[in-house]
């Protein structure tokens, strides 16, 4: 027994050494991609073989105040707002129904709600927009339709995953209490579903937020997003500034949501 403590010790140690060490090295290589992005949203003049830009300039991060790039920035916004919200519902639906179905049938309904992910998006694309144009429906909510239904696969995996550890006696528990069913959803279901509910809604808002391809052809130029600002600014204008300071601008707020997700939820005394 003495002789096994310290080796325990020791292990206990090195992994709490090693958590750090590895979110540090995570955090890493999620920063330095980021790291040509800063200097040349900044660069007003960087030639080769220069290690560091030769000058500086706010000028791009300027341009990011523009009245056509805050819009945008707003239509990004409402976009991904608009398909998170079905597609999170639908999502949690979708799982909640196939878990219930024989292995057989869930297995079929599952391979269909993940159909999008095998379809080439400019053909998803192509093939929806003639449906919706024959059919009336106005640009933004065509969008968000394609965009929901593209969504939907990422939203249905993160409820099937976590309803995998998901148990019922928690429910059936609160019914004995004389919970009703509304009640039962509001302080059972939700709550220990609330990570996986975040989760799935960051991932159906980044399908909205960063849509380019049905963004241009089922929105038909009605709908001007940061990722058309973005993608116009790299292909006409050549300023490599400007387009470093649209792409940071295209990236920081996914990340700053990714870094809420991350943070652990305050625990309840026992």
Do not use: C, H, K
């Not at 403590?5 to 995570?26: F, K, N, S």
């Not at 639908?90 to 599952?110: H, K, M, S, Y």
């Amino acid at each position: 027994m003495q002789a096994y403590q310290p080796v325990r010790l020791r292990a206990a140690g090195g992994t709490g050494i090693t958590r750090p060490l590895l979110g540090g090295l995570l955090f890493l290589w999620i920063l330095l991609p980021l790291v040509p992005l800063i200097l040349w949203s900044v660069a007003a003049e960087w030639r080769a073989p220069d290690v560091l830009p030769g000058a500086f300039s706010t000028d791009g991060l300027a341009a990011l105040l523009r009245p056509e790039v805050l819009t945008a920035t707003g239509a990004s916004l409402v976009l991904g707002l608009s398909v998170a919200l079905p597609a999170t519902v639908l999502g949690a639906l979708a799982a909640f129904a196939i878990r219930r179905l024989p292995n057989g049938w869930a297995r079929g309904v599952e391979m269909i709600l993940l159909a999008p992910l095998a379809i080439p998006p400019f053909a998803l694309v192509m093939g929806s927009n003639v449906l919706l144009l024959g059919a009336r429906v106005p640009a933004f909510p065509s969008v968000v339709l394609v965009l929901t239904v593209t969504a939907l696969p990422y939203t249905v995996f993160m409820f099937r995953a976590a309803l995998a550890s998901y148990d019922d006696q928690f429910e059936e528990v609160a019914r004995t209490l004389g919970a009703s069913s509304r009640a039962v959803l509001a302080r059972v279901r939700i709550p220990l579903l609330a990570r996986a509910t975040a989760r799935a809604a960051f991932l159906a808002f980044l399908v909205g937020w960063s849509d380019y391809i049905t963004t241009l052809l089922v929105g038909g130029g009605q709908l001007l997003t940061l990722p058309l600002v973005l993608g116009s600014a790299a292909s006409a204008t050549g300023n490599e500034q400007l387009t470093a300071a649209l792409s940071l601008a295209m990236i920081v707020p996914p990340l700053l949501l990714l870094a809420l997700l991350a943070v652990p939820g305050p625990r309840r005394r026992r």
